[in-house]
């Protein structure tokens, strides 16, 4: 069982950043392509970015796109998402999530191909 432990989430001003971690109890973390999801109060749970296990292909939604980085150091056990500019509307609990991958380049924006789960860390955007 794979454990994910997010961290890095906390209350910031409009314009600001934050760099949420994930880590991971797996030793081969490598074998995993690593997804970021949020959850915003009263919304359904969305697709923000993701990295595969090569860690070469990475995606990204709109939303975010040109102002988060998803990034990984397979060595450290260790997933970030690095957010700049952030917005009042980035405000939501999130997640990191695990996809076991055969395929070294392949990535998912799709939550329920994910095995495993953290239990989120919370980013507040203030305007």
């Known amino acids: 069982q794979v454990q994910l432990v997010e961290s890095g989430g906390g209350l910031v001003q409009a314009g600001g950043s934050l760099r949420l971690s994930c880590s991971t109890s797996?030793?081969?973390?490598?074998?995993?392509?690593m997804g970021w999801f949020r959850q915003a109060p009263g919304k359904e749970r969305e697709f923000v970015a993701v990295?595969?296990?090569?860690?070469?292909?990475?995606d990204y939604s709109e939303p975010v796109k040109g102002r988060f980085i998803i990034s990984r150091d397979d060595l450290k056990n260790l997933f970030y998402l690095q957010m700049n500019s952030l917005k009042p509307e980035d405000t939501a609990v999130y997640y990191c999530a695990g996809r076991w991958s055969r395929d070294y380049y392949a990535t998912s924006i799709v939550g329920d191909e994910y095995e495993y789960w953290g239990r989120g860390t919370q980013v507040t955007v203030s305007s």
């Open positions: 990295i595969s296990r090569n860690g070469l292909m990475t």
């Open positions: 797996e030793r081969t973390t490598s074998a995993y392509a």
